[in-house]
């Protein structure tokens, strides 16, 4: 494709994200000097139960990228309305992240933000490289849903709460 | 890990991602003879824009899966509340996904769903198999912005509706 048509199909895609809402999760890990390193993601996603595995997306040019590496671990957290302000805060300035106190080292030393909906410990099995981007595949190993919330999202650049019920599946 | 911990660890990450909320889409695209096929998603993210890419993750045993092969055009729908009847139709079975008069199909012969927020018109790039499953990237060529509508979401086993807008990013 010629520059202009990418150009186009590039704005067609972030039309089309605006409009497509996700659910607002928090990542955390270990940098490699062994400080906490953590940040808002829209991508979570299950990759199959048999293993158990999920996937998210990042940048190959985000500053944490360097320290996700196979094998270290990482902590997935599930936000509810009440997580607002520390999506926020994990989607701002590096320096001010882990600033609070809202948050401790697990057993690996891995950061747990409290006061989240759920969380999973997992272990990172593979990364898929593709242009300047990856997908990132953990494995779950385990992990505790604490009080159902309704949940936070993210749409149309902001961040949303869950709505109404319109159809349960049971 | 045992078969004990691995169980363990596929209900840790069902509990997980009841609660993480995700948004509703619908793909399209050909079978192997040349039929319409479509489904339910939810694990659509975006996978940056320079090259636009977007990935989305599917059973390796699902039936449309042997037709998602590289060079296969695809058809992204973003839904909003008023596609609530189209999701459950598409996440129904099979038979009954393509027999109302409620899409067309594209240039290239893909299903147009009628009445959705947003299309992307998708051509696969590379597909990575992982354990049972797989995560499909697909490169965005263009697509069409609708009537934006509040979004329709999945939580808690549930479509649910967005809800009330909490913080701007702009």
């Not at 010629?2 to 607002?24: C, Q, T």
């Not at 600033?99 to 593979?126: K, M, S, Y």
């Not at 999202?153 to 159809?167: K, V, W």
């Amino acid at each position: 494709m010629v520059n202009d048509e990418i150009n186009e199909a590039a704005e067609a895609l972030k039309g089309f994200f605006r409009n497509h809402a996700s659910g607002v999760a928090i990542i955390t890990g270990l940098d490699l000097a062994g400080g906490p390193l953590g940040f808002t993601a829209t991508s979570l996603t299950s990759l199959g139960t048999k293993p158990p595995l999920v996937s998210f997306n990042v940048a190959q040019g985000a500053s944490f990228y360097k320290s996700l590496l196979v094998g270290r671990r990482v902590n997935l957290h599930a936000l509810g309305l009440s997580n607002l302000e520390l999506a926020s805060r994990l989607a701002g300035p590096r320096e001010h992240r882990f600033e609070l106190d809202n948050w401790r080292p697990d057993t690996n030393g891995v950061p747990v933000f409290e006061g989240t909906v759920a969380i999973l410990h997992c272990e990172i099995l593979q990364i898929v490289e593709v242009e300047q981007n990856a997908v990132v595949i953990v494995r779950a190993l385990d992990g505790e849903q604490f009080a159902p919330e309704t949940p936070l999202l993210y749409h149309q650049r902001a961040f949303i709460a869950g709505g109404e019920l319109l159809r349960s599946n049971g």
